[in-house]
């Protein structure tokens, strides 16, 4: 089938139409991004792409696939990827969020590498097929938080956020411990992140988890503990 050339050149057009290049050099320096960006704010981006992607609905997974994949691995500009990511979590698309995109997903992390990609795919995408699919995923994730590759990594430790009372905590504790000793600020981060979240529906076994591993760093302990008197 392939992807959809109607949907790539209207985001590329409606991009290069709200570019300015005076905000671009601005973000590329705050995101530290080798790729430029088109200088297209979260707003204005986020009206864009729901306008496009209402008007040119996708017809099958393949083609849903094949066109956030092409929208990713063609992109000039960042905000080309930030449209590849949105439009794989599109409401229209929402029956195909299944194990079987973990492949697509995991190329998006694993070239992605750094947070503004990885956070939102691990939390919005990744997360909720572990909720609806746990057999299927569990073991991926256990792959991935031993995994050799940070963002692998990351992803196993800060995909249950917002899963409130559904987080597996075995897995949640699997995923940190596995990720305790290193020294890395994105995990670090991510692990403190992952436990202060939790703390909303679990703030004893979090103070507990806290108390249970000395080897925490300090970062992670004050993520955790944040909201915790």
């Given at each position: 089938m392939g992807a959809n050339e109607p949907v790539l050149a209207a985001v590329r057009t409606?991009?290069?139409?709200?570019?300015?290049?005076?905000?671009?050099?601005?973000?590329?320096?705050?995101?530290?991004?080798?790729?430029?960006?088109?200088?297209?704010?979260?707003?204005?981006?986020?009206?864009?792409?729901?306008?496009?992607?209402?008007?040119?609905?996708?017809?099958?997974?393949?083609?849903?696939?094949?066109?956030?994949?092409?929208?990713?691995?063609?992109?000039?500009?960042?905000?080309?990827?930030?449209?590849?990511?949105?439009?794989?979590?599109?409401?229209?698309?929402?029956?195909?969020?299944?194990?079987d995109l973990l492949t697509m997903y995991e190329e998006l992390i694993v070239t992605g590498a750094w947070w503004d990609y990885v956070d939102e795919v691990a939390i919005r995408r990744v997360g909720p097929i572990l909720r609806t699919h746990r057999a299927a995923v569990t073991p991926v994730l256990r792959r991935w938080m031993t995994d050799a590759d940070r963002w692998r990594r990351r992803t196993a430790v800060i995909c249950q956020v917002s899963a409130k009372d559904e987080v597996d905590q075995e897995l949640l504790a699997d995923a940190i411990e596995a990720n305790l000793d290193d020294r890395d600020f994105f995990l670090r981060k991510g692990i403190g992140w992952a436990l202060r979240d939790h703390a909303r529906a679990e703030p004893e076994w979090v103070r507990g988890f806290v108390r249970a591993h000395p080897g925490l760093s300090p970062l992670s302990v004050r993520e955790a503990m944040k909201h915790l008197s």
């Open positions: 409606g991009l290069a139409e709200l570019a300015d290049p005076a905000k671009a050099p601005e973000m590329q320096a705050y995101m530290k991004s080798a790729m430029p960006f088109r200088g297209v704010p979260k707003p204005e981006r986020g009206k864009l792409l729901k306008a496009v992607f209402a008007e040119h609905l996708l017809p099958d997974r393949v083609s849903f696939r094949d066109t956030v994949l092409a929208l990713w691995r063609e992109a000039q500009y960042r905000e080309e990827r930030y449209a590849a990511i949105t439009l794989s979590g599109h409401r229209a698309y929402r029956q195909w969020q299944d194990p």
